[in-house]
């Protein structure tokens, strides 16, 4: 079964710096889905961001981006500018192209510090 | 689209009565999850359906709970009868046939068992 791991609970950075939020998978697979996740205080699970594992290419979304090391099995989130919305939890997913479910990691804590 | 709709918002209930949490999917949507999310165990998939069928439950806790998908704009999860360990956020999400565009959730019902 594939296993996602956020090795850190909870991350700090002053506003307008650059933070980057760790995550590694298990998978036997070589095909599959990657995900970030945000949940604010508000408690909305919000997509940030997503990656194809047969794409090289990291994604890129505004301010956020993705560092994909496919045999390392890492995928690792860097935001860029961090502006104090950024605070929330950061959730990681792994999604097998050939299941529904989404596993995901047990969650980054981002504090932004003005 | 006015996206994942779950109600109630909030739940307060006593100990050994009867809950049920409702959620209408994205329409064109063909798979809904249930999903309970706690400090101490993070986000864990209760059941999921597809095409209304329930694929897999092994994640529901015990007997007491129960999921239905009668038709493809409405779920419930019950919970009879309820006990304080219950207490948690339940997400909905649903998520159409393409894995790379993940699930989108739901507000969650925050469920407080006393």
């Known amino acids: 079964a594939q296993t996602v791991t956020q090795s850190q609970p909870e991350m700090s950075v002053q506003e307008a710096e650059t933070v980057t939020l760790s995550c590694t998978y298990d998978?036997?697979?070589?095909?599959?889905?990657l995900f970030w996740y945000k949940q604010p205080p508000s408690r909305q699970m919000i997509l940030v961001i997503r990656q194809e594992a047969y794409k090289q290419q990291n994604a890129t979304e505004n301010r956020f981006s993705v560092n994909f090391q496919k045999a390392a099995k890492s995928f690792s989130l860097k935001i860029s500018d961090s502006q104090l919305g950024d605070a929330a939890m950061y959730f990681c997913a792994y999604r097998s192209p050939r299941a529904q479910k989404l596993v995901f990691g047990q969650g980054t804590r981002l504090t932004i510090n003005p | 689209d006015a996206g994942v709709i779950q109600s109630p918002r909030h739940e307060v209930t006593e100990m050994g009565q009867e809950v049920t949490l409702r959620c209408k999917p994205i329409?064109?949507?063909?798979?809904l999850f249930w999903y309970r999310q706690t400090m101490m165990r993070g986000l864990e998939l209760l059941i999921y359906f597809n095409n209304n069928v329930p694929i897999d439950d092994s994640g529901m806790p015990e007997d007491r709970f129960s999921a239905k998908m009668p038709n493809a704009s409405f779920s419930t999860l019950k919970i009879q009868p309820s006990e304080p360990r219950d207490s948690a956020v339940y997400f909905c999400a649903s998520s159409g046939t393409r894995g790379l565009y993940g699930y989108t959730f739901g507000s969650g019902t925050r469920l407080t068992v006393v």
């Open positions: 998978t036997s697979e070589s095909d599959y889905y």
């Open positions: 329409s064109g949507h063909n798979s």
